[in-house]
């Protein structure tokens, strides 16, 4: 009976004694994750963009607001779109501008917008952020 034990250890029903195809799914598992890591790396990254909705307010009723959107309309940047906009009444007779534009987050900041657009001094006297989306 003890013999026949011991011949029982002797089959390796999982074939773990095959060093050779050990290697080769190796090799075979190395080649797919350097042609799926080629694969992925050729693939374009997704790019960021917001919607944002400026309000530019001007000095006071006289400022000439088409005017004051066409220099609001004049910055440009790479990754910034501008898109509609219109004239709202704040009061008094005094009307803001209401702009809207797409940015890439990568390219384009909010802070470098506001700055460029209040260096119309003349008729910018301020601008906020009404509304900010993540596209």
């Not at 700055?115 to 910018?124: A, Q, S």
């Amino acid at each position: 009976a003890a013999a026949e034990e011991d011949d029982d250890d002797d089959i390796d029903l999982f074939g773990s004694d095959d060093e050779e195809e050990d290697q080769e799914a190796a090799k075979v598992r190395e080649e797919r994750l350097r042609q799926y890591a080629e694969k992925k790396a050729k693939k374009p990254g997704l790019i960021a963009k917001s919607s944002i909705l400026l309000d530019v307010k001007p000095w006071d009723d006289e400022t000439d607001m088409a005017k004051m959107e066409e220099c609001v309309r004049s910055v440009r940047m790479d990754g910034l779109v501008w898109g509609a906009s219109k004239l709202v009444p704040v009061g008094y007779g005094i009307k803001k501008l209401q702009i809207q534009c797409v940015v890439e987050d990568d390219k384009v900041g909010t802070d470098i917008l506001e700055e460029e657009i209040t260096k119309f001094e003349d008729y910018v006297q301020s601008v906020d952020i009404a509304a900010f989306n993540k596209i």
